[in-house]
C-alpha cells in the first residue's frame, strides 16, 4: 500500500454502510481497491497471534480464496488508550476489471438465507445487493467440470481446515458473478419480459483457469 498513489487511495474514503455483529463498520477506499474495517481490541490480538500460521497458509497455498489481509493500525486520539480504532486493511474481491453484476454471502445454510423476496427484479436493483444462498440457488447451477470442481473443493478443504486449527467458526463464501454480453442482454431481455419463471434467471457457470467463473449461457 505503499508508494506515490497510496495516499491519493485513502485521502477519501467511502462508508458502505454495514455494521456486523461485532460492532465493526466497513469502508472502501477511493478506487474501491481496499476495504477497511474496525476491529475491536480482541480481534486485534487473535490476528496478530495467527499472523505467522495465515502468512504461511497464503504463501504455501497461491489459489487459497481467503480473504488478504494487508495491514492492521491503530490510530490514538488522545493519550487515553480508549480513544483509540485499530482499522484492518484487506483486498476488495470484487474489485476486477469485469463488471461484477450480482455479489452473494454463502454459509452453506438454508435459514434466513435470502435477501430476494420476489424474483420480478432487474439486474440494476440488485447489483449493490449483498445476495444469499437461497438466491443463488434460485438463480444459478454451477458448472465446473470433474477437474474444475476436485480443484475448487480441495482449495476450499486446506482453507477450512485452516481455519478449523484456528477455531474460526463464522466464516462464509464471497462469490461475484460477471455476466458475459451475450448473458447480460438475454437477462435485460427476462426481466423486461416480467417472466414468473425463475428458470429464466438461472445460467450455467465454467471454472476458468485464471481463477474466475464464467456464465456460459
Known amino acids: 500500500m505503499s508508494g ?11 462508508n458502505l454502510n454495514f455494521s456486523g ?18 476491529v475491536p481490541r480482541s480481534e486485534s490480538k487473535f490476528l496478530r497471534r495467527i499472523l505467522q500460521s495465515y502468512h504461511e497458509h497464503i504463501s504455501n497455498n497461491k489459489n487459497s480464496v481467503l480473504i488478504k489481509l494487508l495491514g492492521l493500525y491503530r490510530f490514538i486520539f488522545s493519550s487515553s488508550f480508549n480513544d483509540e480504532v485499530k482499522i484492518l486493511v484487506m483486498s476488495n474481491i470484487f474489485n476486477t476489471k469485469n463488471v461484477i ?25 440488485i447489483s449493490d445487493l449483498m445476495l444469499k444462498d437461497i438466491d443463488f440457488q434460485n438463480r444459478f447451477r454451477i458448472k465446473l467440470g470433474r477437474a474444475g470442481k476436485n480443484e475448487f473443493l480441495e482449495i476450499l ?11 474460526i467458526m463464522d466464516y462464509s463464501l464471497l462469490f461475484g458473478v460477471h455476466f458475459n454480453e451475450r448473458k447480460q442482454s438475454q437477462y435485460g431481455s427476462n426481466n423486461n419480459n416480467n417472466s414468473n419463471n425463475n428458470n429464466n434467471n438461472s445460467g450455467g457457470l465454467k471454472w476458468s483457469r485464471d481463477g474466475g467463473i464464467e456464465s456460459t449461457e
Not at 24 to 34: E, G, I, R, V
Not at 157 to 167: G, P, Q, R, S
Request: glycine share 6%; net charge positive.
Open 101 to 125: 453484476n450480482e455479489k452473494y454471502d454463502l454459509k452453506g445454510s438454508s435459514v434466513g438465507r435470502k435477501a430476494l423476496f420476489s424474483m420480478q427484479v432487474d439486474d440494476k436493483d
Open 21 to 38: 455483529k461485532s460492532g465493526s463498520f466497513l469502508f472502501a477506499s477511493k478506487n474501491d481497491k481496499y476495504i477497511l474495517k474496525t
Open 157 to 167: 478443504k486446506k482453507d477450512c481446515e485452516w481455519l478449523e486449527k484456528w477455531e
Open 4 to 14: 506515490p498513489g497510496a495516499a491519493e487511495e485513502f485521502s477519501h474514503i467511502k
